[in-house]
């Protein structure tokens, strides 16, 4: 074993001198024999010990990259989220493809035994294609974020388990639209074999690539993406209770099975609890094989030697990063905020008009609320105990704006602090209110939706944000991100308006991690586009400010949608109207503050009581413009007519985004710059 | 004539261990002890380092036949790169000082945009 193990070592090191260069070659080669020989001989070292320090020494350096090639280790924190997203991406992708595929051959096609295999591998090849067109484009993208300069070959293998945890995620999604939860344990052991398989793997296709013998990588892929696929199946196999056929004497039973349903997870839709072995086989290596093609696409990719013309250009960050960004909103952490904050406004919109708004108010109940001769219908019992559709028929109107409103104003913001242009967020965040018209008006509001128009969410912005990468950069920056606070700071106290819609009813957790994360949210960008855009110097640390506001609509929105203050209200009208009153008037203040905090004033506490009464004054103009809006323009497209109901979000919208764009000019007109002030 | 080397914080961590004691050589088996870095990373930065001036690399000078081992290569930091290296050092070290610090010296940051 031990001459195994040095001969080993030894290929091992004449593998990693051949990529040095030629001068340094017989220096190298003379000083690493003399190492592994001084790892071979350590007193007090048992053997095996040895042996394994003989071979992770020769090893580590058949996988580095010599000096001169450059490498940089895979940035984790900005490229996880897009390895996360890839097998969403290739999800979608081949949805749009095999999904004609199957249904093509309707109507005219037999299906004999020959004709069924010969879609199957029809299918696979197209998933397989997909998967390394989707692998190689987001790889190409992280390439081009990190200068020119490929990924080492180490960062290769750790790149594969976000693709691994993102394939899960699907599984569970899919999983969780038809509540199949029995049989997950399959899910889970090819995950844990792919996570133990894949990395080295993929280094090794990647070690291949890196030294430009990228056909043999390719070739060294596609051998290894089926057999990886075949192992974990049997794995699976071999782990499942006893099966007729298995008893039956036929060993390879389970071949049979394999790749019967291509289509990832969709085919979950069929299956029922309790779920055998026999009905996962169809569905599973889809999955593998996707996981496998699709990192080791990544592979080749991102260990490829660049031209020197690719090398020596400039990222799109760089060549699109203005001047005149100040210092705090340059650092990573600010615009990355700010995406995380989109991708949660998305997330609450799907969770709100796919699960909240049939549970609280049926949305198909508005048309029906008015009889064709304008009487008005009684409510009707909604999907939770005790609640009906009155309460939620405008509130969850209101919250899908809010949350759509909120994942723009996020992603503009996040564009405004890296320096890119705005228009592909505007058009993603009117997608996103047509799919929402369009689901709303086809009455298709139902929880099986949910992953589908989650994932679709976050792909649209992936989009949005990838496509603001190759225009050219904005122009005034700090104008936009003063539009988008005070816009912020004038929807914050007005997001808990819907108070009165709850009652004396204990909002559901679900309902309030909506109803209270969206100006949680919206509070969080306010303080970081004040912090941003401020004459006075940042008190530091940064984070302080944000997060301390934040608390506040977090717990007090918490506390405020309590039923125990419905209790305490019920008796006694002139509180409860002021209660209610108090979100509607504090916008005017608010918005005074924000101001004043980004000019660098003072506002003194003085003025509070007259600047409330000119909230509830705005107040009232904003409910009646919102009404103008959505009667006239919002509820005519989402349900074909218009209603009674008096919203206050799109009126809210409107009013906050002139009162923050005239701000926005004004400020931005006077600003002197204010040299840095030593002493 | 030295090169300048990019700074990253493997770099640092040998040249901090090499300025410990110029003068002495030292192999790669001990480099990889005293920064804990594998080989891998550790080979690539010598030779970085050599090409840039900062090192150069010296034979042990024995008979292996009567040592029973092969001779050792030992690096030490040139001149040149013992100024240049505690520089480099010297400026990481500041720049990765807290924020805090700077308030010392009363220097302000400048405003936002």
Sequence with gaps: MNGVSQRIAARLLEAAVRRWPAHLREELRQEWAGELHALGHEAGVVAPVRMWRQLRFAASLALARPPGAD???????????????????????????????????????????????????????????????????????????????????????????????????????????????????????????????????????????????????????????????????????????????????????????????????????????????????????????????????????????????????????????????????????????????????????????????????????????????????PEQPAGWPQWTSEEGRLWMHELQLSAIVCAALCLLCAAAYRGRPVLPTLAGSIALLAVNMVVVRGGWTTPRLLPWLAAGGLILGIAAWSASTRRRPIGRPRRLVITITVLAAFLVPGSFFPRVYVADRQAPPALLLVAVGLPTILTILAAMGVLATSTLPPRRPLWRLPATLALLPAVGGVLYYHDRLGHVLTGQPSLAILFIAVPLGLAVPVVVWTIAAISGRRVSLFLAPPLFLAGLAVAAGTIASAAVLARLLLFPMEYGQTYDGLPYVPGAVAGGLLLGYVTAVRLDRARSPIPSVPG | MTERVRMTTSVAQVLAVLLEDPETGRYGLELMQATGQPSGTLYPILTRLQEAGWLRADWEDIDPSVEGRPARRYHRLTPEGVAAASAELAALRAKLRPRGAAGATGFKPAPGW
């Design chain 1, 71 to 377: 490498a940089v280790s895979l940035p984790w924190l900005g490229n996880t989220g897009w390895l996360f997203l890839a097998p969403l991406l290739t999800l979608v992708a081949a949805l749009a493809a095999l999904v004609p595929l199957q249904v093509l051959p309707f109507g005219w096609v037999t299906y004999t035994p020959t004709s069924t295999a010969l879609f199957v591998i029809e299918n696979y090849l197209v998933e397989v294609a997909l998967a390394a067109v989707v692998g190689t484009l987001l790889a190409r993208r992280l390439l081009r974020r990190r200068a020119g300069r490929p990924v080492s070959v180490a960062g290769c293998g750790w790149a594969t388990l976000p693709l691994i945890a993102g394939l899960l995620a699907v599984d569970v999604l899919a999983r969780g639209t038809n509540q199949v939860w029995d049989g997950g344990l399959f899910a889970i052991v090819a995950a844990l074999c792919l996570a133990a398989l894949l990395p080295p793997l993929a280094a090794g296709v990647a070690a291949l690539s890196a030294r430009g013998r990228r056909g043999l990588a390719i070739t060294l892929a596609a051998v290894a993406a089926p057999a990886l696929t075949l192992a974990i199946s049997y794995a699976m196999v071999l782990l499942a209770p006893q099966t007729p056929a298995a008893a039956a004497g036929r060993p390879w039973w389970w071949l049979a099975y394999l790749g019967r349903e291509p289509i990832l997870s969709i085919s979950y839709y069929e299956m029922d609890d309790p779920l055998p072995i026999e009905t996962v086989l169809p569905v599973l290596p889809g999955f593998v094989l996707t996981a496998v093609v699709l990192a080791l696409a990544h592979a080749i990719r991102l260990a490829r030697p660049l031209s020197s013309a690719a090398a020596t250009a400039p990222t799109a960050t760089e060549a699109s990063q203005p001047s005149d960004i100040p210092t705090v909103a340059r650092d990573p952490w600010w615009h990355r905020t700010a995406l995380a904050g989109a991708i949660y406004s998305v997330l609450a919109w799907a969770v709100t008009l796919t699960y909240l708004t049939p549970n609280i108010g049926v949305q198909s109940s508005w048309p029906s609320r008015v009889t064709p001769d304008g009487r008005l219908l």
